[in-house]
């Protein structure tokens, strides 16, 4: 049976914004959201009844709010507002994203607090349920004022225009509607000003980051304990109570993770004697390191969960009061800087990662043979991924600078402050992507760091990993094409196959 989501009728979650972006479940409008948009919908209508001035019903927009809109001329505004904000440029958002920022516009509008018809809540589910992704460049937003410019790209397919993805095929909004079924929306008062208004765009497209970065921290702690098994390291300092003296919540879950990773390993009993006293600080501040890049999610989840169930239209509808108030809450600025603090933290796994990898392949810090190959000369071994790995690194130091420090003025300066949100959050999913490409590097060189120890078995955990990934990557005598094995693991990361067989083997992570 079909999973539904239910719009309008109770707490989001990033979870069911993540599923809804995949397309899984039917999306639906709650009976009680109906009841609200009527009711909102009565306000605006009053207004225009009654001839009265209010921003964005019966006036202009941005520099243009003084200028008032004749009766019969209302509608039309409401079209021409979306055929002029769609400026966008650039490469598409993908279709995950625009699912999940059309996911986050239909639960605005259905709070009512927009005046807006239900018509265009079903227009938008229909989008969904149908699988139209209107083709949304993503450049062109400075995150206040709305995500303008992208969201009016969503609004040109729900009126019969611009382009969209429909059945594999790109194709004119038009076109895909008539295709499916549906019929292009004529916009009212009001109408195309909610659709452009809102930072969904930044938001949505946060949330996935948010999950994927999530997931990046169970992966570190995976990769990180197979790092420190090759390289015959202890779990001491991942002890408890250590933990309990600084109890930081992402240090705390880290440290756990790392426990049950290695626990039953032979390879650690094979040194317990040893004469190191301490590890490097890329393995024994792993808690430490990785915690704090958790601890951080927890702020940004709290922030987005907020966003993804709030109104931030304007101007708004208060049904009880009969009122439409102007405000900001279009403005941008909490997300832009919990996305730029989602990608600084991000860029932490990577950048540790990067000084494990850079261990694991130097045989004088690793005891293992050098670059992990045992025929060093004629063949290079892993020698060049630890060169990927440090330029991901790079990369990541520039894409981690805020972009919410920035402002430019817009619209005549009537609009003076922005956020620049939305160029936060894709820039903070770029940082993402190349944290799991650093991960997947380590995980290939720490797969082969093990061979060399065998017949000794790592902890359970890692035993899992290991098994997962030889699945899909063999052992190497001789060098052969390593691009195609740092794919095929960052590919398994991105599926969940690495992260669900070591859940299997010894229980969830946290």
Not at 440 to 459: M, V
């Amino acid at each position: 049976m079909m999973q539904k989501v239910i719009i309008g009728q109770k707490h989001l979650t990033p979870e069911t914004v993540g599923l809804a972006a995949l397309g899984t479940p039917r999306l639906e409008m709650a009976p009680a959201a109906l009841s609200r948009m009527l009711s909102g919908r009565k306000v605006v209508e009053g207004i225009i009844k009654e001839n009265r001035t209010v921003y964005g019903i019966t006036t202009g927009f941005g520099k243009f709010a003084e200028v008032r809109i004749s009766p019969n001329e209302i509608d039309q505004l409401q079209e021409n507002l979306i055929k002029s904000h769609a400026t966008g440029v650039g490469l598409p958002f993908t279709r995950e994203q625009v699912r999940a920022i059309m996911v986050l516009q239909a639960n605005q509008l259905a709070r009512g607090a927009s005046g807006v018809r239900p018509e265009v809540v079903r227009q938008l589910l229909g989008l969904l349920n149908h699988d139209i992704i209107p083709l949304v460049p993503q450049q062109g937003s400075v995150g206040a004022s709305g995500d303008l410019s992208p969201m009016a790209h969503i609004g040109l397919v729900m009126i019969g225009r611009g382009r969209a993805h429909y059945k594999g095929q790109l194709t004119g909004g038009a076109e895909a509607l008539r295709r499916s079924g549906l019929k292009p929306l004529v916009l009212k008062a009001k109408e195309g000003l909610a659709i452009t208004n809102g930072t969904e765009v930044m938001t949505a497209v946060g949330i996935l980051n948010l999950l994927e970065a999530e997931g990046l921290c169970k992966l570190a702690d995976i990769a990180g304990a197979m790092t420190l098994e090759a390289l015959r390291g202890t779990d001491k300092a991942f002890d408890g109570r250590i933990q309990d003296l600084r109890p930081h919540a992402g240090q705390k879950g880290s440290a756990e993770n790392l426990r049950k990773l290695l626990a039953g390993s032979q390879i650690r009993k094979s040194h317990e004697d040893c004469k190191r006293v301490q590890d490097s600080y890329s393995l024994r501040c792993m808690p430490q390191v990785h915690g704090a890049t958790r601890t951080a999610l927890m702020h940004v989840r709290q922030v987005l969960e907020t966003e993804i169930n709030s109104v931030t239209d304007n101007p708004l509808v208060f049904i009880k009061e009969h009122e439409v108030l102007s405000g900001g809450n279009f403005h941008g600025q909490p997300v832009a800087l919990a996305m730029d603090y989602l990608g600084i933290a991000a860029a932490e796994l990577a950048d540790i990662s990067e000084r494990r990898l850079a261990r694991l392949l130097d045989a004088s810090l690793s005891g293992l043979p050098g670059f992990l190959t045992e025929h060093g000369g004629l063949n290079s071994g892993l020698m060049i991924i630890q060169n990927t790995a440090a330029s991901l690194v790079s990369e990541n130091k520039v894409l981690a600078h805020p972009s919410s420090v920035d402002s430019i003025p817009t619209s005549a300066n009537q609009e003076d402050h922005v956020s620049m949100g939305t160029f936060g959050a894709r820039k903070a999913g770029q940082i993402c992507g190349n944290v799991r490409y650093a991960l997947a590097c380590e995980l290939l060189a720490a797969a082969q760091g093990l061979e060399f120890l065998k017949p000794l078995k790592p902890g359970k955990g890692v035993a899992a990993a290991h098994q997962a990934i030889r699945r899909e990557v063999k052992t190497f005598k001789q060098d052969r094409e390593f691009h195609s094995d740092i794919e095929a693991i960052n590919a398994m990361m991105k599926n969940g196959e690495i992260l669900s067989q070591v859940e299997k083997a010894m229980g969830k992570m946290k």
